[in-house]
């Protein structure tokens, strides 16, 4: 079986937890953040999971993760 490429675009964003589940950062926090309650802005520092249903079209774009 020959070697997967890894989408780099998809390996900049992913990363793996400790249990192997995938994690992503929040989106929605690059601009127009002045009228967001600064309780939003806090909430949309951490990462989150990637939902069941998207895990596997993820873990096809990197499969060594």
């Not at 249990?19 to 929040?26: H, I, M, S, V």
């Not at 009228?35 to 895990?55: F, G, Q, V, Y």
């Amino acid at each position: 079986m020959p070697k997967l490429k890894t989408k780099r675009g998809a390996a900049k964003r992913i990363r793996a937890t400790g249990t192997g589940k995938l994690a992503r950062a929040k989106g929605w926090k690059s601009h127009l953040l002045e009228w967001k309650p600064p309780k939003r802005k806090r909430k949309l520092r951490k990462a989150t999971l990637i939902s069941a249903a998207d895990e596997k079209r993820m873990r096809r774009l990197v499969p060594y993760l």
